[in-house]
């Protein structure tokens, strides 16, 4: 663990005492407590921070951090210590009644250590500029590839990179040698001086030549990163199949169990958010388009969802009932379109071939 990261956990802990010092005064009947039950108190809320912190520890150390990830793991860190201390006083029969008190020290606790977290973030920046917290790099490529991610890691001081030096042709750097030179000096490693990470990018064929070089970076405790040349890049993702590796499309966040709870928890308090204040207008729609042109006053048109699954989609109909709606994209000035509805209903058709107001799916 390096020592930025254990400066970042001990100043997280002192955040939770200071909040602990304020929420156990504010809870009713807590000068009643003994000291054991303070203790306890104090000693749930502790060790539940500690397991939040090893499964969910800061990355504000690492070279590229986006605000995203800040944002997400401080919120996933404050949620598991909250909920974890809430269970664990419930489960030793903690009688008083601190839930609400929990909650709102999460609360305080979550904007504290976003706010901390920029602060720290931004000092790390400021070392790296200053050339404290850096890392030397060795580039070996035979591609331009290489010179892309050399740019993009060396012309941001922030990340901390030094190039120690490099094999083979990078735009802007004088090159130590030729992939050749480099492949020849694997066979006396002592004379290598390589520095904390090395990026190699030849082809898939040079298959000795990377399995040689990785195995010497993991004697040495360097880190070895794998960069295809241009014409092997392929728009794909690894996945691991047993211990075979595979390329697909793509991954859904709704694999992950818990995206699918959090999306359906939206779907449903979304719908009902807009759904019931506009509910009074939904009879004055189906007037409207029953007046406009004969037939149903609902479009029904399948669509393919989660996992491959058709299902009917129904929608106000805002065009005339034609046999063209299913492969006819609508245009701009379409004549099937309603003369009154479509200002309201039909301001695009990005989306569907005959689309509505409201949508409901079945």
């Not at 000291?35 to 912190?53: G, Q, Y």
Request: proline share 4%.
């Amino acid at each position: 663990m390096q020592p930025s990261q254990l400066f970042i956990i001990a100043v997280d802990f002192a955040v939770l005492c200071v909040l602990l010092y304020f929420v156990t005064d504010a809870i009713p009947k807590s000068g009643s407590w003994d000291d054991e039950k303070e203790r306890a108190f104090w000693m749930v809320c502790i060790f539940a921070f500690i397991i939040a912190e090893y499964f969910i520890p800061s990355v504000i150390h690492k070279r590229a951090v986006g605000a995203g990830d800040i944002l997400h793991r401080s919120t996933m860190l404050v949620m598991t210590q909250t909920l974890l201390s809430y269970l664990m006083l419930r489960a030793i029969r903690f009688l008083s009644r601190v839930g609400w008190h929990l909650f709102v020290m999460g609360l305080v606790m979550l904007v504290v250590i976003i706010l901390l977290r920029f602060i720290e973030r931004w000092i790390v920046k400021k070392l790296r500029q200053a050339g404290y917290n850096t890392r030397t790099v060795t580039f070996v490529s035979s591609d331009n590839e290489l010179s892309h991610l050399y740019h993009k890691l060396i012309s941001n001081p922030t990340f901390g990179y030094r190039v120690r030096c490099t094999y083979g042709h990078i735009e802007g750097l004088n090159a130590k040698g030729t992939v050749s030179d480099f492949e020849a000096l694997l066979s006396h490693p002592e004379d290598l001086r390589l520095g904390d990470e090395l990026y190699m990018c030849v082809p898939r064929r040079e298959r000795e030549l990377i399995e040689r070089t990785a195995s010497l970076c993991h004697h040495k405790m360097i880190k070895f990163y794998y960069v295809p040349i241009a014409e092997e890049k392929l728009n794909l993702q690894s996945v691991l199949i047993d211990d075979m590796e595979v390329m697909a499309t793509y991954s859904s966040p709704l694999e992950e169990p818990l995206n699918r709870l959090l999306k359906r928890v939206a779907d449903i308090l979304l719908s009902m958010l807009f759904l019931i204040p506009t509910a009074l207008l939904l009879p004055f729609i189906a007037i409207i388009i029953k007046c406009q042109s004969p037939g149903p006053v609902f479009f029904r048109q399948r669509r393919t969802g989660l996992d491959g699954r058709d299902f009917y989609c129904y929608k106000f109909r805002s065009m005339h009932v034609n046999v063209d709606s299913d492969r006819l994209q609508a245009t701009e000035d379409d004549p099937r379109k309603f003369p009154l509805v479509i200002s309201c209903a039909r301001p695009t058709s990005t989306n569907c071939h005959s689309s509505g107001t409201c949508c409901l799916e079945t």
